[in-house]
């Protein structure tokens, strides 16, 4: 329901929530920071460097779902029933090299450490422990589906998480790497084969 505010509607944004859910999933999972050391906590960075919390948690959570994406990617040339799926299966995975190598540039620039956080979390756009074996005693149709349903959530939250940060005061280099994220899961579901087309 929009709230009224000097007769005008008021609506708050999906963007919103998913900021509001990066910001807490930060505080959350940093832990204490250490003494001292070249590679800092979240959120000791997040207070004094460039970086703040918000891009912080989301740099950290694409690392966790991007990593997870790509271990499941490399399961489709052993195991997809579909020539195509596989093609596009290692394009993609060969996308998200690229996108996690830029991801934990940022990190290290910022003196973050990049120590996964998310590790075990069952959140939208990771793949869960029952899925991840699920698909690894997958074999042809069987396989390509799980992959399609766990690729599709994955690319949606991915691309719902960059628009998100994008609408943020954010970094601007964190801004421009949210960008490229938009365009290349846009690019992914553009070009997945259609299932059942063999």
Do not use: Y
């Amino acid at each position: 329901m929009a709230d009224t505010a000097a007769g005008e509607p008021r609506k708050r944004p999906p963007a919103a929530v998913l900021l509001c859910a990066l910001t807490v999933l930060t505080a959350a999972c940093a832990g204490p920071a250490p003494a001292a050391g070249p590679a800092t906590s979240t959120a000791a960075v997040a207070a004094s460097g460039r970086l703040n919390a918000t891009d912080i948690g989301w740099i950290q959570l694409m690392i966790a779902m991007d990593d997870q994406a790509r271990r499941i990617l490399a399961l489709a040339p052993d195991r997809s029933g579909d020539p195509r799926l596989v093609t596009w299966a290692t394009g993609v995975a060969e996308d998200h090299r690229h996108a996690l190598a830029a991801l934990r540039g940022l990190l290290a620039d910022a003196g973050v450490a990049d120590d996964n956080p998310h590790a075990g979390h069952d959140m939208p756009g990771m793949v869960n422990a029952a899925e991840l074996r699920a698909l690894e005693h997958a074999d042809g149709p069987d396989f390509d589906r799980l992959l399609r349903a766990a690729l599709d959530e994955h690319l949606t939250q991915a691309a719902k998480l960059a628009g998100a940060v994008q609408q943020a005061d954010a970094d601007p280099e964190v801004k421009k790497l949210a960008r490229e994220v938009v365009t290349t899961t846009s690019d992914s579901r553009r070009r997945l084969p259609p299932a059942g087309t063999d």
